[in-house]
């Protein structure tokens, strides 16, 4: 039977579902992202799907759904304090990609390789008419460029989720809160400012993303403690950031620091298995 669909294309069918999911949520009563945003989320989901199939979707969509909730948890007491997210945590364009280029960059990376541009395709396996890299354990395997990049892949959204749930934990929840540079005592929704609460809840979430990309298959088990670690040292040199240098420059807005702190993420979780691989051989 003739169909216009081609649904063994991965770029059709993420259009197709992507567009219907977009169509929802510009009609849904509680908007967790602008009209831009939504347009560039779009781009973003069609991308991943594209790229990683539903594997690397269901990374990005928990990131995204977990990390619009946690915005919201004491938003009426973080607005009376002037410390919420603008737009009353509603997602623009630039903090999509503020969140996702590091991740969207991988994906990319990930589906040029597939596709042969660079070196002969790797191995496939095939599921539900779509094809998807195999992580392997064994350090040879682990070291190839679509490993890496699939790890740096979760471990930049892992680091994402760690933030932001630290972040909105601690100006919601801290009971003290520091600047990390001086561990003076600090006001909530200090930049640099850091928390107990906010720490330990922020490790949570790297642990909960990091279990996510596992189960879909992207990484191994301990690329799941690359993520975790690398969210942490992450996070922490995103603080450090804050407290600096963001300041200093305006050009460093929350969203272009938000680029590095994934940056720092993905590069941080890559070089734990390259050097981990490196000693064990």
Not at 118 to 132: A, L
Not at 256 to 279: D, K, P, Y
Request: charged share 10%.
């Amino acid at each position: 039977m003739f169909s216009l669909i081609d649904y063994t294309n991965p770029w059709l069918v993420g259009l197709g579902l992507n567009t219907i999911l977009l169509s929802l949520a510009g009609i849904a009563p509680k908007k967790l992202l602008t009209p831009a945003g939504l347009f560039h989320a779009w781009l973003l989901a069609i991308l991943i799907w594209g790229t990683l199939g539903c594997q690397g979707y269901a990374v990005v969509m928990f990131y995204f759904l977990v990390g619009s909730g946690v915005t919201r948890i004491g938003m009426a007491q973080k607005e009376a304090e002037g410390i919420a997210e603008k737009r009353s945590g509603a997602r623009g364009p630039e903090n999509v990609w503020g969140s996702a280029l590091t991740g969207a960059l991988c994906a990319l990376g990930v589906g040029l390789i597939n596709s042969g541009f660079f070196v002969p395709s790797p191995q496939y396996f095939e599921f539900s008419q779509y094809k998807f890299l195999v992580f392997n354990t064994s350090a040879t395997l682990s070291t190839s460029p679509q490993s890496l990049l699939l790890l740096g892949y979760v471990a930049s959204f892992s680091t994402k989720l760690a933030d932001t749930t630290a972040s909105e934990v601690g100006k919601a929840y801290g009971k003290s809160t520091f600047l990390i540079t001086t561990f003076q005592p600090v006001p909530r929704g200090t930049e640099g400012a850091v928390s107990l609460e906010g720490t330990l809840a922020g490790i949570v979430a790297s642990v909960a993303i990091a279990f996510v990309g596992w189960a879909v298959g992207l990484i191994d088990l301990l690329g799941v403690v690359w993520c975790v670690l690398a969210a942490f040292i992450a996070t922490n040199i995103e603080s450090v950031i804050g407290a600096t240098l963001q300041s200093k420059y305006t050009w460093l807005t929350n969203e272009v620091v938000n680029i590095f702190n994934t940056l720092i993420g993905a590069i941080a979780a890559v070089l734990l298995a390259w050097t981990w691989i490196s000693i064990i051989k």
